[in-house]
């Protein structure tokens, strides 16, 4: 059973920084692509950034541009987010998501991803 563990939330103050891992398990197959998402309360699940195991190609919401970087290990079946100058407005709980197969749909839809991690609450002080 295919699962996705995705960890390295926290607490910072507003310019700092944070990490996001998520790891799938409980399969051998690569992930076509992987991305993460954020929620904040009373506010609509929204992607981040994604990005495709093979060839690494990557795209971003246009709050995290400039600011996000996701990379990839294909093999790995992992993905991380590396969030610089954080911002209150980014807080939230962020999910790592991934799909197996063909593609679904745009890559910061939620619709087109299959398996989800449990999430991992960010929070940024003012």
């Known amino acids: 059973q295919v699962q996705l563990v995705d960890s390295g939330g926290g607490s910072v103050q507003a310019g700092g920084s944070l990490r996001l891992s998520c790891v799938a398990t409980?399969?051998?197959?690569?992930?076509?692509?992987m991305g993460w998402f954020r929620q904040a309360p009373g506010k609509e699940r929204q992607g981040v950034a994604a990005?495709?195991?093979?060839?690494?190609?990557?795209v971003y919401a246009d709050s995290a541009e400039g600011r996000f970087s996701i990379s990839a290990d294909g093999a790995k079946n992992a993905v991380t987010l590396r969030m610089n100058n954080l911002k209150p407005e980014d807080t939230a709980i962020y999910y790592c998501?991934?799909?197996?197969?063909?593609?679904?749909?745009?890559?910061?839809?939620?619709?087109?991803?299959?398996?989800w991690g449990q999430g991992t609450q960010v929070t940024v002080a003012s």
């Open positions: 998501a991934a799909q197996w197969g063909p593609a679904l749909g745009e890559l910061l839809s939620p619709t087109s991803y299959s398996h």
């Open positions: 409980g399969t051998l197959y690569r992930a076509s692509y």
């Open positions: 990005i495709y195991m093979t060839g690494g190609s990557s």
